[in-house]
């Protein structure tokens, strides 16, 4: 067990609607990621927040936001969804307690939601 | 721009003997390389990481991995594969803007380990 939990575990939608995905970064991580799995792109890279802020982007569609609360949880918000969108939405969290020290930390990943959109 | 290679989509394996996992990458500067183990249904797990220093790294479940310079190459590696190590295995490099940490992964490498 990572200490990362995400929720629901899996979300099974139409196409056009929009879902929230949930994320609890572990304990004293102020940083949270989100990646999504596909077949055909693999694992990539969507957003990264740090203690509230937005710090990178990835491919991410205009349809899907990100935020990060004061608590340090985030959500994945996804809209307008396509039979594409289907896949493995992973969070991850790491320390990131210095500026100079992020690339060296690891990030730790949580179980994922898997989004089936019909 | 950087990007991690894993040539072999699957490596086949008995039980008992060494195996190893694949992995190259393409990154400016020094590279910070991670492996990471997914069981089915299941999240992504860390194994190990290469920052700087002793180029062999010691990870979990016995893993480790060998960060070669001139090869540009970060193979992980185990003495003894058990069945239970059967499972898709990710390389990762750290992305180089300063201040962000996302992983860039490659395609992922199926390690089957038959008894």
């Known amino acids: 067990d990572s200490g990362v939990t995400q929720t629901p575990k899996h979300l099974i939608t139409a196409t056009g609607q929009r879902v929230t995905l949930r994320c609890s970064p572990r304990?004293?991580?102020?940083?949270v990621y989100w990646y999504q799995q596909s077949l055909d792109q693999g694992l990539q890279f969507l957003i990264q927040?740090?203690?509230?802020?937005?710090?990178a982007k990835g491919n991410i569609l205009e349809r899907f936001s990100a935020q990060q609360f004061p608590d340090l949880h985030s959500e994945l918000n996804l809209s307008s969804l396509e039979l594409g969108d289907s896949a493995l939405y992973f969070c991850a969290s790491s320390v990131a307690g210095s500026l100079g020290g992020v690339r060296a930390d690891t990030q730790y990943f949580g179980p994922g939601t898997r989004l089936t959109v019909l | 721009a950087q990007s991690v290679a894993q040539p072999e989509d699957q490596v086949n394996v008995a039980e008992g003997n060494p195996l190893t996992v694949k992995c190259t990458y393409s990154?400016?500067?020094?590279?910070?390389l991670f492996w990471y183990v997914q069981y089915p249904n299941r999240g992504l797990q860390f194994l190990l990481k290469?920052?700087?220093?002793?180029?062999l790294v010691k990870g979990s479940y016995g893993f480790e991995a060998e960060f070669n310079k001139s090869q540009t190459s970060f193979h992980l590696k185990k003495p003894s594969a058990l069945v239970s190590d059967s499972a898709l295995y990710f390389c990762?490099?750290?992305?180089?803007?300063?201040?962000?940490?996302?992983?860039?992964f490659g395609q992922g490498t199926t390690l089957q380990v038959k008894p």
């Open positions: 927040y740090y203690n509230g802020e937005e710090r």
């Open positions: 304990s004293g991580d102020l940083s």
């Open positions: 290469y920052i700087t220093g002793d180029n």
């Open positions: 990762a490099v750290r992305g180089l803007l300063r201040n962000t940490g996302k992983l860039i």
């Open positions: 990154v400016s500067g020094n590279p910070y």
